[in-house]
């Protein structure tokens, strides 16, 4: 089975802007979670989608929004990009009915 | 916030030497999970142990878990080279029907040849 894919896996944008980043998850998972990864912050939870619908949100300001399609590919787009949000983005799949995730490579926001 | 600290933050060691890693939380969990990044990207699963567990293996990996002191360790045997990366511990997974893990700030593996 192919792994999780994320494109882009580079992206550099500027304050104000916005971004769409994508993710495939392993065929048949229907689970599509999203995680921030800083070195300040560490990895934190943005949200997670099973079956189109959002089941799972984290502590992120309304700017990070996310949606899942019928096939289970998932987006997440950050709106009025600021210089914080220079981050790696990961997703991650499972069946939805497991505990354990499978992460895809990230994309990397650089935000300038 | 994070639920799991890590200790040590950094760890090097020589080829061959074990390694041993300690993550604690604060809340009763399900379950705790070990992941291992390198260098900054994606996070590979190593191991699942659940709460009713005391000690896991997996190859070369051993994880133990103690509840009443709400701390987990990974230890890792005969490391080699390739065992360079960071290590998170991650509590939470499939919780009221919707996942989300919980990460540690991880421990910064080097092994050296």
């Known amino acids: 089975k192919a792994g999780v894919t994320q494109t882009p896996r580079y992206l550099i944008k500027t304050r104000g802007q916005q971004v769409t980043l994508s993710c495939s998850p392993i065929?048949?998972?229907?689970?599509v979670s999203w995680y921030q990864q800083t070195p300040g912050q560490g990895l934190q939870f943005l949200f997670e989608?099973?079956?189109?619908?959002?089941?799972n949100k984290g502590n992120f300001p309304g700017r990070f929004s996310g949606r899942q399609f019928s096939n289970s590919r998932s987006e997440m787009n950050v709106s009025t990009l600021e210089l914080g949000d220079s981050a790696l983005y990961l997703c991650?799949?499972?069946?939805?009915?497991?505990?354990?995730?499978?992460f895809g490579p990230g994309t990397r926001l650089l935000v300038l | 916030s994070q639920q799991g600290e890590e200790d040590p933050q950094a760890l090097s060691i020589q080829e061959g030497e074990n390694a041993t890693m300690n993550c604690s939380y604060k809340t009763s969990i399900n379950n705790l999970q070990w992941y291992r990044q390198n260098s900054g990207r994606g996070l590979v699963h190593l191991i699942l142990i659940r709460s009713n567990e005391r000690e896991k293996h997996s190859g070369r990996l051993r994880v133990t878990l103690d509840t009443s002191k709400k701390s987990s360790s990974l230890l890792i045997t005969a490391s080699r080279a390739a065992d360079t990366a960071s290590y998170f511990c991650a509590t939470g997974g499939l919780i009221q029907g919707a996942q989300k893990l919980v990460f540690g700030q991880g421990t910064r593996l080097t092994i050296n040849p």
């Open positions: 065929s048949g998972h229907r689970s």
């Open positions: 989608y099973f079956s189109e619908t959002q089941r």
């Open positions: 991650a799949s499972s069946s939805g009915l497991q505990e354990t995730q499978y």
